[in-house]
């Protein structure tokens, strides 16, 4: 079963960091460009990063200099550190794979994992 599991969210006050990690299970994923997406309350699910299996990476502007996207092939695992976090970073967080771009926007071919909560607090 090709699942993708993610951790790591929680509640931070503005300013602090937390880690995301996304573990993928079921097939391999190294040629895969892997991501993150996030859904804030009300609002549509927006990209926030993506990294190449050879480490290129692409970040949404809103968090550049703050989140570092990395993955660990050997591992199957994705990681997105954030710092500096933002209320306006509030949202449940979601690993992807298969990405792809299109029209100039991200999206995902699948699968998902389930999301994470993260909640920043002012």
């Known amino acids: 079963q090709v699942q993708l599991v993610e951790s790591g969210g929680g509640s931070v006050q503005a300013g602090g960091s937390l880690r995301l990690s996304c573990a993928a299970s079921g097939r391999s994923f190294t040629s895969s460009i892997m991501g993150w997406f996030r859904q804030a309350p009300g609002k549509e699910r927006e990209f926030v990063a993506a990294?190449?299996?050879?480490?290129?990476?692409f970040y949404t502007d809103s968090v550049k200099g703050r989140f570092t996207i990395s993955r660990d092939n050997a591992r199957n695992t994705v990681y997105l550190q954030m710092n500096s976090l933002k209320p306006e970073d509030t949202a449940v967080y979601y690993c992807?794979?298969?990405?792809?771009?299109?029209?100039?926007?991200?999206?995902?071919?699948?699968?998902w994992g389930q999301g994470t909560q993260v909640t920043v607090s002012s």
């Open positions: 992807a794979a298969d990405l792809y771009k299109n029209g100039g926007s991200w999206h995902s071919a699948g699968p």
């Open positions: 990294i190449r299996w050879s480490g290129s990476t």
